[in-house]
């Protein structure tokens, strides 16, 4: 987890795995509240948290007027960030 400076002024907040990534077809459905990256696993798995809670992070993020971007590439990890704008950041 880290913080860094965003565009224009603004603050991005970035959590990075280096786990086994996320298909591409997945990336832009991850943060539908119900969506399962593999429906043969039970409720019970990890995935299938963190796509619950990315639903959280993006309805929090869009409250604050953000953007939650999901990176990610097979075999090598992932990156979760949402972004700030100048106007919101606390010194």
């Known amino acids: 987890m880290s913080w860094r400076q965003g565009l224009e002024g603004g603050a991005c907040f970035e959590v990075q795995d280096y786990g086994?990534?996320?298909p591409a077809r997945h990336l832009t459905r991850l943060t539908e509240?119900?969506?399962?990256i593999d429906k043969g696993r039970?409720?019970?798995?990890k995935k299938v948290e963190l796509v619950f809670g990315l639903a959280i992070v993006q309805h929090i993020a869009q409250r604050h007027g953000s953007v939650l971007d999901i990176k990610s590439e097979?075999?090598?990890?992932?990156?979760?960030?949402?972004?700030f704008a100048k106007s919101s950041v606390i010194l």
């Open 42 to 45: 039970s409720r019970g798995q």
């Open 20 to 22: 086994s990534g996320i």
């Open 74 to 83: 097979l075999g090598k990890g992932s990156v979760f960030s949402v972004c």
């Open 33 to 36: 509240r119900f969506y399962r």
